[in-house]
């Protein structure tokens, strides 16, 4: 992949605290490392999500590239002859 894009931490820290309070809203009365279990465990959920959902772009994006790729190099050859 490319390079990382700049993340503003205080970005980061409104979203995981807004996490948090869906998860106390959710669950409330959990102990706060419960709650804590609940926020890392539905982080991790989304970043696996969009992973996998980056994987398939840039799988479908390879492959759209190569066809483009073989057609061009096809006309490419028609023109020399």
Do not use: C, H, W
Request: proline fraction near 4%; charged fraction near 35%; avoid cysteine.
């Amino acid at each position: 992949m490319g390079e990382e894009p700049d993340i503003d931490l205080q970005e980061v820290a409104t979203y995981v605290e807004k996490k948090a309070a869906d998860i106390e809203n959710k669950y409330p009365g959990l102990s706060p490392s419960r709650q804590m279990i609940l926020i890392a465990m539905s982080l991790g959920k989304e970043y696996f999500y969009l992973k996998k959902s980056l994987d398939r772009l840039e799988a479908s994006l390879d492959s759209k590239l190569k066809m483009l790729n073989e057609k061009l190099d096809t006309q490419l050859m028609k023109k020399k002859d």
